[in-house]
T-cell receptor, first 111, second 115 residues
Framework: QKEVEQNSGPLSVPEGAIASLNCTYSDRGSQSFFWYRQYSGKSPELIMSIYSNGDKEDGRFTAQLNKASQYVSLLIRDSQPSDSATYLCAPTTGGGNKLTFGTGTQLKVEL | ETGVTQTPRHLVMGMTNKKSLKCEQHLGHNAMYWYKQSAKKPLELMFVYSLEERVENNSVPSRFSPECPNSSHLFLHLHTLQPEDSALYLC??????????????FGAGSRLTVL
């Protein structure tokens, strides 16, 4: 079992729709969870962090965490073509603050 | 200069060459990292430095040799690499490695091709 699992995609959504990106992780001790966005040919940039069960909203982005199910997701409302990128899920693992990254989900927002 | 700067952006080297990747952060952070990103694989943590002291070495082959002369600079020295070492090498920094909110700031990366 991979430490962090994400569907590689591509996930295609029409402009204006909600994009739902999912991530499962194996380390029950994970405490902090991060979503990074990586445009093609660019470096990852942090877009969301979440530490407690439930939802956290920031603009068009909502992160959802369910530690019992070891599941974290990212919702993007009113998707724009500029949201087309690969989204990396990264929980902390190993009981500390080491980040373990998933392979990422490629999102394509189509006009 | 702001953020995390990496040079060179692109590097092509033969298997017998010796080269170095350089990273500089202008954020006043205390921790610096080297990651390797290969196609279809997750980001792999290679090395972690905290206040110039190496705190993690993830079973990286000795043909990769890191150096952290101060908290702002990080190098990755390369020698006798293999073609499978071709990848994007990302440098990152964070305020420190003890914070629960371990926010990484990445550089633009150095694209390495080993012939």
């Amino acid at each position: 079992q991979k430490e962090v699992e994400q569907n590689s995609g591509p996930l295609s959504v029409p402009e204006g729709a909600i994009a739902s990106l999912n991530c499962t992780y194996s380390d029950r001790g994970s405490q902090s969870f991060f979503w990074y966005r990586q445009y093609s040919g660019k470096s990852p940039e942090l877009i969301m962090s979440i530490y407690s069960n439930g939802d956290k909203e920031d603009g068009r982005f909502t992160a959802q965490l369910n530690k019992a199910s070891q599941y974290v997701s990212l919702l993007i409302r009113d998707s724009q073509p500029s949201d087309s990128a690969t989204y990396l899920c990264a929980p902390t693992t190993g009981g500390g603050n080491k980040l373990t990254f998933g392979t990422g989900t490629q999102l394509k927002v189509e006009l | 200069e702001t953020g995390v700067t990496q040079t060179p952006r692109h590097l092509v080297m033969g298997m017998t060459n010796k080269k170095s990747l350089k990273c500089e952060q202008h954020l006043g952070h205390n921790a610096m990292y080297w990651y390797k990103q290969s196609a279809k694989k997750p980001l792999e943590l290679m090395f972690v430095y905290s206040l110039e002291e190496r705190v993690e070495n993830n079973s990286v082959p000795s043909r990769f040799s890191p150096e952290c002369p101060n908290s702002s600079h990080l190098f990755l020295h390369l020698h006798t690499l293999q073609p499978e070492d071709s990848a994007l090498y990302l440098c990152a920094s964070s305020q420190d490695i003890l914070s629960g909110a371990n926010v990484l700031t990445f550089g633009a990366g150095s694209r390495l091709t080993v012939l």
